[in-house]
């Protein structure tokens, strides 16, 4: 699994990747959430799979997120260990 910690909407990055998660048997069952500086979650889903459940850069309320660099933290529930990092997003 990779993770790309740059996003781009509006560019050549349109949505955040996580390269394999929905291949590996033991990361398709997951959870992924995106938190800003304040530790606010303002985006999550489970089952992320790069297609039709992505991170683009919208907030779950529906509202463009502001440049800037956002937390992630990736669950399985297959037990395999949680992993986290940042992501840049521009616009």
């Known amino acids: 699994?990779?993770?790309?910690?740059?996003i781009s909407p509006n560019g050549a990055n349109p949505v955040f990747t996580i390269e394999y998660i929905?291949?590996?048997p033991e990361t398709k069952d997951n959870r992924v959430a995106i938190f800003d500086r304040w530790q606010n979650e303002v985006w999550s889903a489970s089952n992320y799979n790069n297609s039709s459940v992505?991170?683009?850069?919208?907030s779950n309320s529906g509202s463009d997120l502001p440049t800037g660099i956002y937390f992630y933290k990736i669950e399985?529930?297959?037990g395999?260990?949680?992993q986290t990092g940042f992501l840049?997003?521009?616009?």
Request: hydrophobic share 55%.
């Open 1 to 6: 699994m990779v993770v790309y910690n740059a």
């Open 22 to 24: 929905e291949l590996i």
């Open 54 to 58: 992505v991170f683009k850069g919208v």
């Open 76 to 78: 399985f529930a297959s």
């Open 80 to 82: 395999k260990k949680m």
């Open 88 to 91: 840049s997003l521009k616009r």
